[in-house]
Nanobody
Framework: QVQLVESGGGLVQAGGSLRLSCAAS????????MGWFRQAPGKEREFVAA????????SYADSVKGRFTASTNNARNTVFLQMNSLKPEDTAVYYC?????????????????WGQGTQVTVST
């Protein structure tokens, strides 16, 4: 089992920045791929970014490339999502998730463990 807890969400003006954190505990070694997803009101949950605990592999949705950066800490128990140049359309609940292998990282159903989410609101 892997437990995931997100934090760092909040209200920010367009053009601003936020850094989300996802604290992982449990058998994290069995799920070395960490993903970030988001869900806006009335929309389906969508892929944002993925990273391995080692940081060797990363993947980003086209909509956030060049603005968002995923990273991990040395202890390999926290994943971060640095979000810069935020836009109102980035408003959503952001979730972190964990899976076993680096394939289909953009597919929601591939992930076995999920956090509870953290709200990000970007105002105009």
């Amino acid at each position: 089992q892997v437990q995931l807890v997100e934090s760092g969400g909040g209200l920010v003006q367009a053009g601003g920045s936020l850094r989300l954190s996802c604290a992982a505990s449990g058998r994290t070694f069995s799920s070395p791929v960490m993903g970030w997803f988001r869900q806006a009101p009335g929309k389906e949950r969508e892929f944002v970014a993925a990273i391995t605990w080692s940081g060797a592999f990363t993947s980003y949705a086209d909509s956030v490339k060049g603005r968002f950066t995923a990273s991990t800490n040395n202890a390999r128990n926290t994943v971060f999502l640095q979000m810069n140049s935020l836009k109102p359309e980035d408003t959503a609940v952001y979730y972190c998730a964990a899976k076993r292998t680096w394939n289909n990282v953009e597919v929601l159903k591939e992930y076995e463990y999920w956090g509870q989410g953290t709200q990000v609101t970007v105002s105009t």
